[in-house]
């Protein structure tokens, strides 16, 4: 055997398959803190992402194909329809817990233990920061590998990475760009400290101090 055939025997490619275990439904879904993307597979939910646009979507959408199933279906799914209650019914204030299952077929190892130590950990209402979660799932120093684990958090609001904040109180940026985390993203924070449901003029006022304007001004314009 050649030195190449030897190297490229041992080759162990990064990229996974995807995991082929049927059909990704998806739906969009308005809701008081910006366009989600809802999706389900036999297991469970898959994702709860943010989908502000069409680029959004396709993003999310590609990534569901190269991980979890190349099918991926646009309409709907009796999980789709019960996380569609849960979240409307957690963001009128209503719910303080989603009981849907959710299926960590987009999560690392990793992330996965960070997520699901934090909405064990951290109840409704209450916050934690990077370096206390940290310490809970026994990483005291990782704090920066969790902030990245929630950053890239595919399943909003349900996993609830809005809980984390920054030692000195601020909102880094997580789940996208920190205009989004300081508005949109911080919404589902605010309606837990509320403890009620979020109108248009307050969303529009959160997004407008965070300096979100173009997205401040179309609430405005539905207040």
């Known amino acids: 055997m050649s030195e190449l055939e030897a190297r490229l025997s041992s080759y ?5 398959a995807p995991r082929l275990v049927g059909d990704v439904t998806y739906a969009l879904h ?3 803190v ?32 190269n991980a979890v199933s190349p099918r991926v279906v646009r309409g709907t799914s009796p999980m789709i329809d019960e996380a ?37 950990a951290v109840g409704y209402g209450s916050t934690t920061t990077y370096g206390e979660l940290a310490r809970l799932i026994g990483r005291p120093r990782a704090a920066r590998a969790v902030g990245a684990a929630l950053g ?15 030692r000195d109180g601020s909102l880094p940026g997580y789940a996208g760009a920190v205009a989004a985390k300081r508005g949109a993203e911080a919404l589902p924070m605010l309606q ?8 248009a003029s307050t969303r529009a006022w959160v997004l407008l101090v965070s300096g979100d304007a173009q997205q401040a001004e179309g609430n405005r314009d539905e207040a």
């Open 152 to 166: 890239a958090n595919p399943v909003c609001i349900v996993l609830p990475c809005h809980r984390v904040i920054a």
């Open 192 to 199: 837990e400290l509320l403890g009620g449901r979020i109108d």
């Open 12 to 16: 162990e490619p990064t990229i996974r």
């Open 84 to 120: 569609r209650r849960e979240l409307d019914g957690y963001l009128a204030g209503r719910r303080r817990r989603f009981e849907a299952p959710v299926d960590p077929a987009l999560l690392t190892p990793f992330q996965s233990e960070v997520l699901q130590t934090l909405a064990g």
């Open 34 to 65: 910006g366009r989600l993307l809802l999706a389900s597979g036999p297991r469970g939910l898959v994702a709860t992402s943010y989908a502000a646009s069409d680029d959004d979507e396709h993003r999310v959408t590609t990534r569901l194909a």
């Open 30 to 32: 308005e809701t008081a």
